[in-house]
C-alpha cells in the first residue's frame, strides 16, 4: 500500500483498502510523500503494521526492508496453523516487528469502552465480524459507542431502525442488516460490566470536583443524559444525543426531548444557547422551535443547527427535535441563514432548488448550503456531476450527468427552446460557460470535421476551413459559425417571406437563376414573395416565361411580354417535354393560353387565371385528350 495525502483522498483507494482489510489480506504499507503521517481512515487501517518510509532511507536499503517484510508476512503465513479455540479463548492478532524474528502482540483493548479510540473501535467491531457496522461507525470512538447502545437500550425500536437504515444508505449506499444489529446489542450487552464501570466512575469524578453537593449530585445523575451545561447563567440539562455529532454526523432523535410546560397563546421571552456562547434576542416567541428559528437567524457565526440550544419561557428544544417527517428547508447562503416555516422538505437536494428560487439575489449556486433537518449539502455537493442550464434568465437542471460545462451547454440547447447560442450559459456543478461557437467545414460528401476555432460568423469559418484543410476548395467547402451556415462557392439563397430563408447546395451564375430554383426547389416560395440570391448578387422575381406541359413545371429561359410568347418559347426550348398540345404558356404565373392544335395561338384562348384554376384545367385537359 503506497501512502500519501492524495491515497488518502481517493474514494476508490479507501474502498480498495477497505475491502482488503475485511477479506484479511496481508498489507504492507510504504511511505512515499515525504513529512506525510497517516490519519483518518488510513491510519485506522494500517494499526499497528510497520511501513517502510522510502523517504527516510536510500531506495536501495528501502527496498531490502520491503523484501524482508513480505518475506516476513510469507514466513507468518506458513507458520500459523488452525487450533482449535475454547468459546471464551480471546483471540490476540499477532504482528510482525523488523528489527528482530520474534513476535509480539498487538495491544489489548482499554478495559473501559469510553476509553477506545476510533481505531480500536473498528477493531472490536471487525473482530466480532460487524463489518457493515463497522462501516457505519467508522469515525465512532468508544464513547459514541456507549452512546448508540443507550439509545437503541432505551429508545423507540421503529424510530431506531428507521434512523440506522437512513444512515447507513447515506453512508455506505447499503441496507444495515437486522441480524448484524442484534448481534451488536447481544455484543454490548456482553460489556455490561464495562458500561457500569464507566457509569460508576463518572459519578466519582463529579462528586470528586464539588465535595460539598456530593449527595444532591448523586442521586440527580441520570446516566441517560449529559451533565449540566456550565456556559449559561441558568439551570438548563442538555438532552441526551443519540448520535453524537462530533463523532458520527448523524441525524437528531426525532422524539420530544422536552414537553412543551409553557402557557398556550402566552408569549414568552426568548433565549438561545449555541455551544459555549449564550444569547438572548430582543423578541416574544410562542414556542421553543420559533426561538431556535430566530436564533439561528440573528447569530448565524455562533449558532448552527448541531449546536443551537433556543427556549421559549421554560420549553426548550434543538433544532429540528420534534418530528424527521416534519422538517423545514434552512438556506445557508453567503454567511446568511434564510429560514422559510412554509417550505417543508424531505432532503437537502429539494431545499437546495427552494433556496435558490425563494432568494436568487443572495442565494447563488457557489455560495448556497441547503439543509433540511440535519441533512446539509452545499451546491458543489450536490450537483458536483449535474448540468445547469441559464437561459434568457431563466434556469433549468437537465437529468444528465456531465463531465465539463461545455457538454452542458450542448445538452441546454438540444433541450430547451429558449437555449439559443447567444443566450445560453451552461454549468457542470460549479465550472460555467457561455456559448462559445467553432468553426465547422463541410467539404464534399467526404469531408467533414469540427474545429476548435473560435468564431463570429460563418464567413470568417470559410477562409479558415480552406486555410487549414486541403480538402476545402472554393468550389466544394460549406462552412458553419454554430448555425450561421455558407458556402465557399457561390450559392442559391432563398428569402421566400420573413421566415423561409433557405441555402440550397449548389453553384450559381445569376441572382434570376437562383430566383427561378427557388421557385421550383422551395415550396413555400411564389412569384410574390420570392427573392433570390447568388453570393452576394439579389434580385426578385421578373416577369418570365413558365411552361405547364403536361405534369411537368418548367421555364424557359426568356423575359415575357405576352402568355403567347411563352407558349411558343416553351414548344421552342422544351420540344421533347413540351408538345403543342399539352402545353399551357404563362406569363408571371398568372397570364397563360395554351396552343391551339391547327390555327396556332389564339387570342380567344388566352385566359387569367390562379394558380389552383391552372391546375385544374391541366388535369381536365389532358384527361380530355
Not at 492478532?93 to 481505531?119: C, F, G, H, R, Y
Request: aromatic share 10%.
Amino acid at each position: 500500500m503506497c501512502m500519501s495525502e492524495q491515497y488518502r483522498k481517493s474514494n476508490y483507494c479507501r474502498a480498495e483498502a477497505q475491502y482488503a482489510f475485511q477479506c484479511e489480506r496481508k498489507i504492507v504499507p510504504i511511505l512515499l510523500q515525504k513529512q506525510y503521517k497517516p490519519d483518518g481512515w488510513l491510519l485506522f487501517i494500517i494499526g499497528q503494521l510497520l511501513y517502510v518510509d522510502f523517504n527516510k532511507y536510500e531506495f536501495a536499503r528501502a527496498m531490502e526492508m520491503l523484501f524482508k517484510e513480505l518475506k516476513a508476512t510469507e514466513i507468518v503465513n506458513v507458520n500459523t496453523a488452525n487450533v482449535q479455540l475454547k468459546q471464551d479463548t480471546l483471540v490476540i492478532p499477532l504482528a510482525v516487528e523488523m528489527s528482530s524474528s520474534n513476535l509480539v502482540l498487538s495491544p489489548i483493548l482499554p478495559e473501559k469502552i469510553s476509553d477506545w479510540t476510533q481505531a480500536q473501535t473498528q477493531q472490536w467491531l471487525i473482530q466480532h465480524n460487524l463489518v457493515q457496522m463497522s462501516r457505519l461507525l467508522i469515525d465512532c470512538n468508544g464513547l459514541g459507542l456507549l452512546y448508540l447502545n443507550d439509545f437503541i437500550r432505551n429508545g423507540d425500536g421503529k424510530v431506531i431502525t428507521s434512523l440506522l437504515q437512513e444512515d447507513s444508505l447515506r453512508k455506505t449506499g447499503h441496507c444495515l442488516s437486522l441480524i448484524e444489529l442484534s448481534c451488536f446489542r447481544s455484543l454490548m450487552n456482553e460489556q455490561k460490566g464495562c458500561l457500569q464501570s464507566d457509569l460508576n466512575a463518572q459519578v466519582t469524578k463529579i462528586n470528586s470536583s464539588d465535595k460539598g453537593i456530593e449527595s444532591a449530585q448523586t442521586s440527580n445523575i441520570d446516566s441517560k443524559r449529559s451533565q449540566p451545561r456550565q456556559g449559561l447563567g441558568i439551570t438548563l440539562v442538555d438532552p441526551y444525543y443519540a448520535f453524537n455529532p462530533d463523532y458520527m454526523g448523524g441525524n437528531m432523535p426525532n422524539v420530544p426531548l422536552y414537553q412543551d410546560n409553557f402557557a398556550p397563546n402566552r408569549p414568552s421571552s426568548c433565549r438561545c444557547s449555541c455551544g459555549y456562547m449564550s444569547f438572548a434576542p430582543p423578541i416574544t416567541c410562542m414556542g421553543a422551535q420559533s426561538c431556535v428559528s430566530y436564533c439561528l437567524q440573528m447569530y448565524p457565526g455562533h449558532c448552527t443547527l448541531i449546536n443551537t440550544y433556543g427556549c421559549c419561557g421554560s420549553s426548550c428544544r434543538y433544532f429540528q427535535s420534534e418530528s424527521l417527517d416534519n422538517r423545514y428547508c434552512l438556506c445557508n447562503c453567503a454567511g446568511q441563514q434564510y429560514l422559510n416555516p412554509v417550505d417543508q422538505c424531505t432532503s437537502s437536494q429539494a431545499c437546495l432548488t427552494k433556496c435558490l428560487a425563494h432568494f436568487p439575489q443572495i442565494c447563488i449556486p457557489i455560495a448556497t448550503q441547503a439543509c433540511c433537518g440535519q441533512d446539509c449539502k452545499s451546491y458543489s455537493q450536490t450537483v458536483a456531476n449535474l448540468c445547469a442550464c441559464r437561459c434568457q434568465g431563466n434556469t433549468y437542471y437537465p437529468s444528465p450527468k456531465c463531465m465539463n460545462p461545455e457538454e452542458c451547454v450542448s445538452t441546454c440547447m438540444t433541450t430547451y427552446g429558449d437555449c439559443t447560442y447567444s443566450e445560453t450559459e451552461g454549468c457542470c456543478g460549479a465550472a460555467c460557460t457561455a456559448y462559445i461557437p467553432t468553426c465547422s467545414c463541410s467539404c464534399g460528401p467526404e469531408f467533414r470535421t469540427m474545429t476548435s476555432v473560435p468564431c463570429r460568423s460563418s464567413r470568417s469559418c470559410v477562409e479558415t476551413c480552406m486555410s487549414s484543410y486541403g480538402a476545402c476548395k472554393q468550389d466544394n467547402t460549406q462552412a458553419c459559425c454554430g448555425n450561421d451556415c455558407i458556402n465557399g462557392f457561390p450559392s442559391c439563397t432563398c428569402m421566400c417571406g420573413a421566415n423561409t430563408i433557405m441555402t440550397l447546395p449548389m453553384s450559381c451564375g445569376s441572382a434570376e437563376q437562383c430566383v427561378r430554383t427557388c421557385l421550383q426547389s422551395v415550396p413555400q416560395c411564389n412569384v410574390a414573395n420570392v427573392r433570390g440570391c447568388c453570393g452576394t448578387d439579389c434580385a426578385p422575381f421578373f416577369p418570365t416565361c413558365q411552361c405547364q406541359c403536361g405534369s411537368g413545371v418548367y421555364y424557359a429561359s426568356i423575359t415575357c411580354a405576352s402568355a403567347e410568347q411563352c407558349t411558343n418559347a416553351c414548344i421552342s426550348q422544351y420540344g421533347y417535354l413540351c408538345s403543342p398540345t399539352n402545353t399551357i404558356g404563362c406569363c408571371n404565373g398568372t397570364f397563360c393560353t395554351k396552343r391551339n392544335r391547327f390555327l396556332g395561338v389564339s387570342h380567344a384562348h388566352t385566359f387569367q387565371v390562379s394558380y389552383s384554376a391552372i391546375l385544374f384545367s391541366l388535369n381536365f385537359f389532358i384527361f380530355f385528350i
